[in-house]
C-alpha cells in the first residue's frame, strides 16, 4: 500500500478532543438537573429556617455542581458516576430519615438515576440496599398496605429500569464493536486504529519515556492468492491470518486491519528490539501455520519505534517504507525503520 493511501489515517486531535460521549452528556444532564431542581429547596429551607434539611439540599447541590465540573473539564465519568450515584442515595435516604414517609415519592427518580450513573447490575445491587435501608427507617411510620404499595411499586421501577439499563448497555456495546472492528476477520478498523494513535501521541507528549512500537504487515502475492484459489478462500485466509497473529500477540496489544491484506499491530511498551522479534515471531508463525501453508501464504513486515515529535503519519509512513523494502528484498522477510 502506497503511503497516500495510508495518509487517510490522520489524526485530527482537536476535532477529537471535542467531542463529548453519551456518558458525558448524561452525567452532565443529571448533574446539572440535580442542582437546578434541589436549589429552590435549598432557598425554601432556609426561608422556613429548616436548617437542617437546608444544609442537607445546598450539600447535595454544592456536590451536584461539584461532578458537573469535573466531568466538564477533564471528561471522567467513571469516578462522577459514583460521586454522583452515592449523593442520589445519601439526600434521598437523609431526607426521608429527616421528613418521613411523605417523602418517599422521590425514591422513584433517584432509582432510576442510578440505572443511568452505573453498570445495571450495580445499580440494581445498590438500589435493592437502598430500599431496604428506607424500609428499616418508616417501618413505624407506614401500614402494611402502605408499605406493600411503596415496595411492589418501587420494586416493579427497579426491574424495569435494570432490564432497559440492560439492554442499552448491551445494544451499546454492540454498536461500539461494530464501529471499530473490521466485520471480516474482528481486527480494529482503521477508525479504532486512527482513536489509538491519537490516544498513543497523547500519552507520548505526556510521557516522554513511553515506548512504543509498531508492526506493518501484507500479505505477500495476495492476489495470485485469490486469483488461484477463489476470493471466499482469500476472505478465509485473511480471517485465519489475524487469529494466527492474535494467537502471538499480548492480549493487551491489538491487531488492525489498514485495508485489503495490509495490517498494523501496535505493541506498547515495547522498544525496538522487542519489536523486531515479535515481528519475526509473527512472520514465522503465518509462514509455518499448517492452514495457512496450504495456500503459501507469507506476510512480508516492516517495523518502526515512534521518534519523539513525529507525527502518527510520519510514524506509518517509516513502518510502510521497511515494509517496502521487505517486499523488494524477495518478500517473507522483516525490515526495520
Ligand atoms: N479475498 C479478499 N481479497 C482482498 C480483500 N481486500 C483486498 N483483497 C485483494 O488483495 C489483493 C491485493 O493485491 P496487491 O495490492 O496487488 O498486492 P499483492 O498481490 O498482495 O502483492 P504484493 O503486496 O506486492 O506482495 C487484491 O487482489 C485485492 O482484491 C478482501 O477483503 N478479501
Same mark, same amino acid.
Given at each position: 500500500?502506497?503511503?497516500?493511501?495510508?495518509?487517510?489515517?490522520?489524526?485530527?486531535?482537536?476535532?477529537?478532543?471535542?467531542?463529548?460521549?453519551?456518558?458525558?452528556?448524561?452525567?452532565?444532564?443529571?448533574?446539572?438537573?440535580?442542582?437546578?431542581?434541589?436549589?429552590?429547596?435549598?432557598?425554601?429551607?432556609?426561608? *422556613?429556617?429548616?436548617?437542617?434539611?437546608?444544609?442537607?439540599?445546598?450539600?447535595?447541590?454544592?456536590?451536584?455542581?461539584?461532578?458537573?465540573?469535573?466531568?466538564? *473539564?477533564?471528561?471522567?465519568?467513571?469516578?462522577?458516576?459514583?460521586?454522583?450515584? &452515592?449523593?442520589?442515595?445519601?439526600?434521598?435516604?437523609?431526607?426521608?430519615?429527616?421528613?418521613?414517609?411523605?417523602?418517599?415519592?422521590?425514591?422513584?427518580?433517584?432509582?432510576?438515576?442510578?440505572?443511568?450513573?452505573?453498570?445495571?447490575?450495580?445499580?440494581?445491587?445498590?438500589?435493592?440496599?437502598?430500599?431496604?435501608?428506607?424500609?428499616?427507617?418508616?417501618?413505624?411510620?407506614?401500614?402494611?398496605?402502605?408499605?406493600?404499595?411503596?415496595?411492589?411499586?418501587?420494586? &416493579?421501577?427497579?426491574?424495569?429500569?435494570?432490564?432497559?439499563?440492560?439492554?442499552?448497555?448491551?445494544?451499546?456495546?454492540?454498536?461500539?464493536?461494530?464501529?471499530?472492528?473490521?466485520?471480516? *476477520?474482528?481486527?480494529?478498523?482503521?477508525?479504532?486504529?486512527?482513536?489509538?494513535?491519537?490516544?498513543?501521541?497523547?500519552?507520548?507528549?505526556?510521557?516522554?519515556?513511553?515506548?512504543?512500537?509498531?508492526?506493518?504487515?501484507?500479505?505477500?502475492?495476495?492476489?495470485?492468492?485469490?486469483?488461484?484459489?477463489?476470493?471466499?478462500?482469500?476472505?478465509?485466509?485473511?480471517?485465519?491470518?489475524?487469529?494466527?497473529?492474535?494467537?502471538?500477540?499480548?492480549? *493487551?496489544?491489538?491487531?488492525?486491519?489498514?485495508?485489503?491484506?495490509?495490517?498494523?499491530?501496535?505493541?506498547?511498551?515495547?522498544?525496538?528490539?522487542?519489536?523486531?522479534?515479535?515481528?519475526?515471531?509473527?512472520?514465522?508463525?503465518?509462514?509455518?501455520?499448517?492452514?495457512?501453508?496450504?495456500?503459501?501464504?507469507?506476510?512480508?513486515?516492516?517495523?518502526?519505534?515512534?521518534?519523539?515529535?513525529?507525527?502518527?503519519?510520519?510514524?506509518?509512513?517509516?513502518?510502510?517504507?521497511?515494509?517496502?523494502?521487505?517486499?523488494?528484498?524477495?518478500?517473507?522477510?522483516?525490515?526495520?525503520?
Amino acid at each position: 500500500m502506497e503511503l497516500k493511501v495510508i495518509q487517510g489515517v490522520m489524526v485530527k486531535p482537536d476535532q477529537n478532543r471535542a467531542s463529548r460521549t453519551t456518558e458525558e452528556y448524561i452525567i452532565l444532564s443529571l448533574s446539572g438537573f440535580t442542582a437546578l431542581v434541589l436549589f429552590p429547596f435549598v432557598v425554601l429551607r432556609f426561608f *422556613t429556617q429548616d436548617w437542617l434539611l437546608g444544609i442537607l439540599d445546598f450539600i447535595g447541590v454544592f456536590c451536584a455542581l461539584a461532578v458537573f465540573v469535573l466531568v466538564y *473539564t477533564t471528561h471522567n465519568t467513571r469516578v462522577a458516576g459514583k460521586i454522583l450515584a &452515592a449523593i442520589c442515595c445519601c439526600v434521598l435516604i437523609a431526607t426521608i430519615e429527616l421528613k418521613g414517609s411523605e417523602q418517599l415519592s422521590w425514591c422513584y427518580p433517584a432509582l432510576t438515576a442510578l440505572f443511568f450513573l452505573l453498570l445495571p447490575r450495580q445499580a440494581l445491587v445498590l438500589s435493592l440496599v437502598v430500599l431496604a435501608a428506607i424500609g428499616l427507617m418508616i417501618l413505624d411510620e407506614v401500614t402494611v398496605v402502605g408499605a406493600l404499595r411503596f415496595y411492589l411499586s418501587a420494586i &416493579a421501577t427497579v426491574l424495569f429500569s435494570f432490564v432497559f439499563a440492560g439492554r442499552m448497555r448491551a445494544q451499546q456495546l454492540q454498536l461500539v464493536h461494530q464501529a471499530s472492528n473490521d466485520p471480516l *476477520t474482528g481486527a480494529g478498523n482503521r477508525r479504532a486504529l486512527e482513536q489509538k494513535l491519537l490516544d498513543l501521541m497523547s500519552l507520548h507528549r505526556r510521557h516522554t519515556d513511553t515506548v512504543t512500537s509498531l508492526i506493518m504487515f501484507d500479505i505477500d502475492r495476495f492476489k495470485c492468492i485469490n486469483d488461484r484459489f477463489g476470493h471466499a478462500t482469500g476472505d478465509d485466509i485473511l480471517v485465519g491470518l489475524i487469529q494466527v497473529i492474535n494467537q502471538r500477540i499480548r492480549t *493487551t496489544d491489538q491487531v488492525y486491519r489498514l485495508g485489503g491484506e495490509e495490517f498494523v499491530v501496535i505493541a506498547e511498551q515495547t522498544p525496538l528490539k522487542d519489536a523486531v522479534l515479535l515481528a519475526e515471531t509473527l512472520r514465522t508463525s503465518v509462514e509455518n501455520d499448517p492452514v495457512l501453508s496450504e495456500y503459501n501464504v507469507t506476510v512480508s513486515v516492516g517495523t518502526a519505534q515512534y521518534a519523539e515529535e513525529e507525527t502518527a503519519f510520519e510514524w506509518l509512513g517509516r513502518a510502510d517504507k521497511a515494509m517496502y523494502r521487505a517486499k523488494n528484498e524477495g518478500r517473507n522477510s522483516c525490515c526495520v525503520a
